[in-house]
């Protein structure tokens, strides 16, 4: 059964970084798209970045471009979500998701048959 763990949530001021770790077990790790998303109360929940794990390629929103990188880390079967320079409304509660590969839609939700139960990141003016 493939299984999602997120980490690395947390609080901190306007400016700050955080990183966020996705673990995954159950199924082949280098045959997979890893994405990560958030959603803000009373938002509907929206693509933040992904990766295919074996080719490196990566996909990332237009809202965190130049602030958010996503990364493989294959020795150790994770997905790594750095953000810097956080703002506001970046805050919502972060999840990554799993399927068998990645599509031109890979920043949508649909796309994504496993989830994370997600990590809370808040940002405080």
């Known amino acids: 059964q493939v299984q999602l763990a997120e980490s690395g949530g947390g609080s901190v001021e306007t400016g700050g970084s955080l990183r966020l770790s996705c673990g995954a077990t159950g199924y082949r790790f280098g045959t997979t798209c890893i994405g990560w998303f958030r959603q803000a109360l009373g938002k509907e929940r929206e693509g933040v970045a992904a990766?295919?794990?074996?080719?490196?390629?990566?996909w990332t929103a237009d809202s965190v471009k130049g602030r958010f990188t996503i990364a493989r880390d294959t020795a150790n079967h994770t997905v790594n979500l750095q953000m810097n320079n956080l703002k506001p409304e970046d805050t919502a509660m972060y999840y990554c998701?799993?399927?068998?590969?990645?599509?031109?839609?890979?920043?949508?939700?649909?796309?994504?048959?496993?989830w994370g139960q997600g990590t809370q990141v808040t940002v405080s003016s």
């Open positions: 998701a799993a399927d068998s590969e990645c599509t031109i839609m890979t920043l949508l939700p649909a796309s994504y048959k496993y």
């Open positions: 990766i295919r794990v074996a080719g490196g390629n990566t």
